[in-house]
Nanobody
Framework: EVQLVESGGGLVQAGGSLRLSCVAS????????IGWFRQVPGKEHEAVSC????????YYLDSVKGQFTISDDKAKNTVYLHMNSLKPEDTDVYYC????????????????WGQGTQVTVSS
């Protein structure tokens, strides 16, 4: 059984930082791109970032480039999203997801989803 379990969300003041974690089980990091989504009004989900360990490819939504950084720890089967300089508009539920590669994850529907972790940024 594939499981993606997120953690690290919470309440932070504007300008602060959070690190989200996604622990993956039942899949191999070498075979999947793993990334983060958030919900936006008018869209079901928006891909924020993605990483595929075996080729080092990464993806970032234009609006988070320079603000968020994605990384992974294969030994821990964990993907991290480092969120810096947080703004109130970053408030959302952030979901971990997995697909065959980052291109598929971003433009199509991921194969697997986590339950989400709430990020709230106060002004």
């Amino acid at each position: 059984e594939v499981q993606l379990v997120e953690s690290g969300g919470g309440l932070v003041q504007a300008g602060g930082s959070l690190r989200l974690s996604c622990v993956a089980s039942g899949i191999s990091f070498d075979d999947y791109g793993i990334g983060w989504f958030r919900q936006v009004p008018g869209k079901e989900h928006e891909a924020v970032s993605c990483i595929k360990s075996n080729d080092g490819n990464t993806y970032y939504l234009d609006s988070v480039k320079g603000q968020f950084t994605i990384s992974d720890d294969k030994a821990k089967n964990t993907v991290y999203l480092h969120m810096n300089s947080l703004k109130p508009e970053d408030t959302d539920v952030y979901y971990c997801a997995a697909a065959a590669d980052c291109h598929i994850l971003v433009v199509r529907t991921p194969d697997y989803w986590g339950q989400g972790t709430q990020v709230t940024v106060s002004s």
